[in-house]
């Protein structure tokens, strides 16, 4: 074998040893941080968790509330507050509403893994994956809940008072550019736990 090539083994092996070492090589104060941060942070989605879940009906539940933002955010000067169409505006908010609380389930997971100091394994990268998913499913099921809501207040109008409306904005962008950040990173941290675990069987 050549020269060079006994030489690129020796380095491939000597990274691969020390990439399967890495999640033991943590300093004991790091680790420390890396937990507090991960019961922070499954804190703040469990609070989330909480509120996603319950706001979409306490604000449907409420005509005066729906009357005054859907005047103010979503310029609608007549509308149907009758039961039935807050029934199906809350059924179209449920759609980004649940999109977020899967996200939020995904990062609890998530978070519990590094708090549990499983940092460089497939299990927090399939989390990692799925809460990328759940952010780009996200920047679409916003505009789509938005019109579905907007069109549920506006249905019953007279002809001519009704309104479709759809946009997008540079929040949705940033989710759907987000997510896909997620999604590299999570099939980085994949091919990571992938040749670990490949060179933990060669050692």
Not at 9 to 18: M, T, V
Not at 83 to 111: C, D, E, K, N, T
Not at 161 to 168: T, V
Not at 184 to 191: D, P, S, T
Request: hydrophobic share 55%; proline share 5%.
């Amino acid at each position: 074998m050549p020269p060079h090539s006994n030489q690129l083994l020796f380095y491939s092996k000597f990274f691969l040893s020390r990439l399967s070492l890495m999640p033991n090589s943590f300093a004991p104060d790091s680790l420390r941080r890396i937990r507090r941060l991960a019961l922070a942070v499954r804190l703040l989605c469990l609070v989330g968790i909480v509120v996603m879940g319950t706001l979409p009906f306490v604000f449907w539940a409420q005509p005066d509330w729906v009357a005054r933002v859907a005047a103010r955010e979503w310029d609608l000067e007549q509308m149907q507050l009758d039961l039935g169409s807050r029934l199906v505006g809350l059924a179209a908010s449920l759609l980004p509403s649940g999109v977020i609380l899967y996200a939020l389930a995904q990062m609890w997971s998530l978070f519990g893994c590094f708090a549990a100091g499983e940092l460089l394994a497939h299990r927090p990268a399939r989390h990692l994956r799925r809460l990328g998913q759940s952010l780009c499913v996200l920047a679409f099921a916003q505009p789509l809940s938005h019109t579905a809501m907007v069109l549920a207040l506006t249905l019953g109008n007279p002809a001519g008072h009704r309104k479709l409306q759809f946009g997008l904005s540079s929040d949705h962008y940033l989710t759907l550019m987000f997510g896909l950040l997620l999604l590299a990173l999570a099939h980085v941290l994949g091919e990571a736990a992938r040749v670990a675990d490949e060179n933990a069987e060669f050692v």
